[in-house]
């Protein structure tokens, strides 16, 4: 493996947690360097760690949070 490449992995922790789990990614990056950005965008959803992902566990999150005030309002609320 070129020795840029190398470096830039050992600086990742999640990417050397990827290789480790996915070992296809060493024999890749040995005949074809440049497909780094592709292993790191991999890395990315495999950890999800992506744009997408980090907006759906932000909304889920804000829906919990608007749940949790709605049984709070309906406890506070005495019944009949």
């Given at each position: ?11 990742d922790?999640?990417?050397k ?18 497909e780094?950005?592709k ?17 759906s566990?932000?909304?889920?999150g804000?829906?919990?949070a ?9 406890m ?5």
């Amino acid at each position: 493996m070129r020795q840029d490449i190398y470096e830039l992995i050992a600086e990742d922790e999640d990417l050397k947690k990827f290789l480790r789990l996915q070992p296809i990614w060493y024999r890749r990056l040995m005949r074809n360097p440049q497909e780094f950005e592709k292993l790191q965008t991999e890395a990315v959803f495999f950890y999800k760690k992506s744009i997408p992902h980090r907006v759906s566990k932000f909304a889920d999150g804000v829906q919990m949070a608007s749940m949790m005030m709605h049984m709070f309002q309906a406890m506070r609320t005495p019944s009949g």
